[in-house]
């Protein structure tokens, strides 16, 4: 969905990428439904990929990472610091709040700024067999992270 809301809102072209099968499949059908013909989509693994041959190359990264859980502490800062390691400018992110000093520390830590735009909500459904509820409301950041010479 990001990668058609940038599109729509007037990106030249569009690279999806996502691990998911599914994912892309919706993303096919919108592009369908839409007529929108400037997104490239790519299915692979967004951290162990040939994407970081491409160093400053995206304008632009949106991304949605995946919470981390028990399972995978730390995913969501693996996945921000290859958009930063991607893009020429800005990267736009959406992370649990409870994260909000962390992402703080990192962005100091890798000399970048950054900060939160906007604060939402979001439904997160149950998706692994240990989540005990169907869905879960959480408190989510939107970051704006930037190199600073812009």
Not at 82 to 104: A, E
Request: with cysteine.
């Amino acid at each position: 969905m990001l990668s058609l809301g940038a599109s729509l809102l007037g990106a030249g072209t569009v690279v999806a990428v996502d691990i998911d099968d599914n994912a892309l499949e919706v993303l096919q059908e919108n592009l369908e439904d839409t007529g929108v013909t400037n997104i490239d989509a790519v299915q692979c693994n967004f951290l162990n990929s040939n994407f970081c041959r491409c160093d400053h190359y995206f304008d632009t990264v949106l991304m949605n990472p995946p919470f981390g859980t028990k399972h995978n502490a730390g995913i969501d800062m693996k996945f921000l610091k290859m958009g930063l390691d991607l893009t020429s400018d800005s990267v736009f992110s959406l992370h649990k709040s409870s994260t909000r000093s962390h992402i703080q520390k990192k962005i100091k830590e890798w000399g970048v700024k950054g900060s939160v735009i906007a604060e939402l909500r979001y439904n997160l459904p149950a998706t692994y067999k240990f989540h005990r509820k169907q869905t879960r409301d959480i408190a989510v950041d939107l970051w704006r992270i930037h190199h600073p010479n812009l």
